[in-house]
């Protein structure tokens, strides 16, 4: 069964402090994988996209990361702003059609 | 560059209405489009996409229907709305088969009273 998993399903941090947000996946055939930030009440933002063959990827203080052979990929956020509280959705892509499985998202809250 | 629209951005309506939520894309041809539903706590939920004109997938039966009139014009739909039609509904598009370049509606709220 075609499957996304997030975890931890909520985090909270002190601004400033680092986090790493987690994904995991049994989508197959494997297409791509991508991070979403999706502020309360709007549309979810693309983060980073990567492919089979892309380990890391970086959009400014967001790194994600990706092994596709144990399927898992993390997101990692530095010097977290009180602006990174919001949804973290990871949506992994099958290679054919209108195949996208979601995960359910990481709700990220960062306090001063 | 290619944009998307989604409008209104919030909408109460009574039990029973009528409903007809928009989204059209700029800068692209031939999008494909996509309706999805995100329920507090839960993922997104495609509800229906569409490659072309006048075609239209549904993904899960419901109180809704989708069409498009146009290429770049997608039409969520319902002729009386539930109280469970209640949610938080997005409007998408992307261009290919790998789906690379997906990108989100910025959203409508929609309660039903």
């Known amino acids: 069964k075609n499957q996304v998993e997030q975890s931890p399903q909520s985090l909270i941090i002190l601004e400033g402090k680092n986090c790493t947000l987690q994904?995991?996946?049994?989508?197959?055939?494997?297409?791509?994988l991508r991070w979403y930030k999706q502020d309360t009440g709007r549309g979810p933002v693309s983060l980073t996209i990567m492919t089979f063959s892309e380990n890391t990827k970086s959009n400014g203080r967001y790194t994600a990361t990706l092994d596709a052979d144990t399927k898992q990929s993390s997101l990692h956020i530095t010097a977290s702003q009180l602006s990174d509280s919001a949804s973290y959705i990871c949506?992994?892509?099958?290679?054919?059609?209108?195949?996208?499985?979601f995960g359910k998202g990481t709700t990220l809250s960062v306090s001063s | 560059s290619q944009t998307i629209h989604q409008w209104p951005a919030t909408l109460v309506q009574p039990v029973g209405s009528p409903l007809s939520l928009e989204c059209t894309v700029e800068g692209t041809s031939n999008p494909n489009l996509y309706w999805y539903r995100q329920a507090a706590g839960r993922g997104l939920q495609l509800l229906f996409y569409s490659v072309g004109i006048g075609q239209i997938s549904s993904e899960v039966p419901q109180n809704l229907s989708a069409s498009r009139p146009q290429d770049r014009q997608f039409i969520l739909s319902s002729k009386k709305l539930l109280l469970s039609d209640s949610g938080f509904y997005l409007c998408?598009?992307?261009?290919?088969?790998?789906?690379?370049?997906?990108?989100f509606g910025s959203g409508t709220r929609l309660t039903v009273v």
């Open positions: 949506v992994v892509s099958r290679q054919a059609g209108t195949a996208l499985i």
């Open positions: 998408a598009f992307d261009r290919g088969v790998t789906n690379y370049g997906y990108t």
């Open positions: 994904c995991n996946y049994t989508v197959s055939p494997f297409s791509n």
